[in-house]
């Protein structure tokens, strides 16, 4: 059974519009993470959050929210998409800071 | 900010002969370092963990950790065709931040 659920698999959009990327674990991790793979380009973290709370955020832009409804939930809110959000969103967990990050089996996001 | 470099880009190895992947990082302040697989854009697979200088042996993946030389790299024992992936190496820097900085990978082919 995946550990990790990341849903949709695939969702393509149209600019402008907004979209709601969902990560559930179920390791019984207090952080999770979100990453971002686009071409060419390393795997770029975006958030950390531990029991709930934002721990590190690396993304300029506020059009990118996570949300937390439960300590094993963590979606992202992206708004007024733009074709350069197109990349594949990771979801990550662990046990704390300097425990192993497991993946999800990402989102792949294209923009039209 | 963390810099992580990966070489070489490619490589290519005959099944059986071993592979050596190299990862360079810039803040010598780093305590934590992993080497991942992705096979073709699906999730990531930790490989090995290392956190001091010397040796890490995990089944036929070996790291090896060098920070006074801002050097970690990785060796794969008896390689596979099924090996064949994008390795990636990724660096935590010290303090009480969550965030793992990644370099580009390397893709490695292992022909038969």
């Known amino acids: 059974d995946p550990k990790i659920i990341q849903k949709p698999k695939y969702l393509v959009a149209v600019t402008g519009s907004e979209k709601i990327l969902i990560c559930e674990q179920y390791?019984?991790?207090?952080?999770m993470y979100w990453y971002r793979q686009s071409a060419k380009k390393p795997l770029e973290f975006m958030f950390s959050?531990?029991?709930?709370?934002?721990?590190d955020n690396q993304t300029a832009s506020s059009r990118f929210q996570p949300q937390s409804s439960k300590k094993n939930h963590l979606d992202l809110q992206i708004t007024a998409l733009k074709p350069d959000d197109s990349a594949t969103y990771f979801c990550?967990?662990?046990?704390?800071?300097?425990?192993?990050?497991?993946f999800g089996p990402g989102t792949r996001l294209t923009v039209l | 900010q963390q810099k992580v470099q990966q070489s070489p880009e490619s490589l290519t190895v005959s099944e059986g002969a071993m592979a050596s992947l190299n990862c360079t990082f810039s803040?010598?302040?780093?305590?934590?370092f992993r080497w991942y697989r992705q096979h073709s854009a699906k999730g990531l697979e930790v490989l090995v963990s290392?956190?001091?200088?010397g040796e890490k042996e995990e089944g036929r993946f070996t790291a090896h950790l060098n920070r006074a030389n801002l050097h970690v790299s990785l060796h794969i024992r008896e390689p596979q065709p099924s090996d064949s992936a994008v390795y990636l190496c990724?660096?935590?820097?010290?303090?009480?931040?969550?965030?793992?900085?990644f370099g580009k990978g390397t893709l490695l082919t292992v022909t038969p």
């Open positions: 803040d010598g302040t780093s305590n934590n």
């Open positions: 990724a660096v935590k820097s010290g303090g009480s931040n969550y965030k793992l900085t």
């Open positions: 390791l019984g991790h207090n952080a």
């Open positions: 290392i956190f001091s200088d």
């Open positions: 959050y531990s029991y709930q709370k934002l721990m």
């Open positions: 990550a967990s662990s046990t704390g800071n300097y425990a192993e990050q497991f």
